[in-house]
C-alpha cells in the first residue's frame, strides 16, 4: 500500500487551524496519525509531520497551494516516527524544530536503525529513501512560549506519560489543544513506552485546560469529553487485562480487547498494552 496527495484529507477547525490525515492504520499512512497546522501571518507552525519525507513533502504541497507563508516551526509531540521523522524535511528547509529533551535522545538513539529497517520492506521502502536522522534544534525541557506569525502557542511537558519525552500544544486564543497520543480517538494507544500513572496523572491535568477542541494524535478531533473518553479506556483496558488469568494465553485477552472496542483502529499495538498493564 502507498500514500498518495489524494488520500491526505484535511479538516479545517477554522481558517487558522487545519488537522490533516492519511486515517488508516498501517506505516504507509503513518499509522493513522494526525498533522496539525497554525496558519499564522507570514508564518506556518506544524505539529507532527508524519513518518517519512514523502508524505512531510505531500502535506507541504497542500500548504504551498493556501499559501506562501513558509513553515517555520515543527513541534513533535514526542519521538515516535509516525510523528517525528517527517520533520526532517522540514528542518531541511529552515524550519526549526521543537523536541523535548528526551524525545530528541530517543530519536537519535532510534531512528537510524528504523530508517534502515523500513528500507529493506519492499511495500514502503520508497517513503524512506530521502528520510535522514536529523537533530531537533530547540531542545525543550519545561514549557516553552512559541510565538511566531502572530501565533501564541504554549508548548509543554506533561510528564512521561505516552513517552518520557512528551510535548502538548495549546493555542489559548483559539481554544484548541493538541495533545499528541495522550489521547487517541477511535484507536488503540500504543502503550511500549508509557508511563501508565503518569499518562493518568498527565490527562488529569489537561482537564484543567479551558480549551474547547482537542486534537488527538490519532482519529477525529473533539470536545473535552475526549480526555474523559481516554481514561475510560485505560480503566476498562486495565480492568479486562486484570481480570484474564495470565495462564488464558496473550490470545485470549487480545480478543477480549478487540471484543471491547470492535470499532478501534490499530490493534497491531495491543500486546505492548497487555505488557504495559501487567508490568504496573
Excluded at 484529507?9 to 499509522?31: H, I
Excluded at 514526542?78 to 535522545?105: I, R
Amino acid at each position: 500500500m502507498t500514500a498518495s496527495a489524494s488520500s491526505l484529507t484535511e479538516n479545517r477547525l477554522s481558517e487558522a487551524v487545519s488537522v490533516f490525515t492519511y486515517g488508516g492504520e498501517t506505516l504507509a499512512t503513518s499509522y493513522g496519525a494526525n498533522a496539525v497546522a497554525f496558519f499564522g501571518e507570514g508564518a506556518i507552525v506544524l505539529v507532527d509531520p508524519f513518518v517519512s519525507h514523502v508524505q512531510a513533502a505531500e502535506l507541504d504541497a497542500l500548504l504551498r497551494a493556501r499559501t506562501a507563508a513558509p513553515v517555520t516551526h515543527v513541534v513533535l509531540t514526542h519521538h515516535h516516527t509516525d510523528h517525528a521523522l517527517g520533520a526532517g524535511y522540514f528542518a531541511a528547509k529552515g524550519a526549526e524544530v521543537v523536541a523535548h529533551e528526551l524525545a530528541a535522545a530517543r530519536m537519535a538513539k532510534e531512528h537510524p536503525g528504523l530508517i534502515a529497517e523500513r528500507r529493506r520492506i519492499p511495500e514502503v521502502a520508497h517513503l524512506f529513501e530521502a528520510a535522514r536522522p536529523y537533530v531537533p534544534s530547540r531542545i525543550v525541557f519545561g514549557t516553552f512560549l512559541l510565538e511566531a506569525g502572530g501565533l501564541r502557542l504554549d508548548v509543554f511537558h506533561p510528564g512521561h506519560a505516552h513517552t518520557p519525552g512528551d510535548l502538548c500544544v495549546y493555542a489559548a486564543s483559539l481554544g484548541i489543544l493538541v495533545s499528541g497520543d495522550l489521547v487517541s480517538t477511535n484507536y488503540h494507544p500504543n502503550l511500549e513506552d508509557a508511563d501508565v500513572a503518569g499518562w493518568r496523572a498527565a490527562l488529569e491535568a489537561l482537564r484543567g485546560i479551558p480549551f474547547r477542541t482537542l486534537v488527538p494524535g490519532h482519529g477525529p478531533a473533539g470536545g473535552r469529553e475526549a480526555v474523559e473518553d481516554q481514561l475510560r479506556y485505560l480503566d476498562r483496558t486495565r480492568n479486562i487485562v486484570s481480570e484474564t488469568p495470565k495462564s488464558a494465553g496473550e490470545d485470549e485477552v487480545l480478543s477480549a480487547l478487540a471484543r471491547a472496542f470492535p470499532e478501534f483502529r490499530l490493534r497491531i499495538v495491543l500486546p505492548a498494552l497487555v505488557d504495559r498493564i501487567r508490568g504496573t
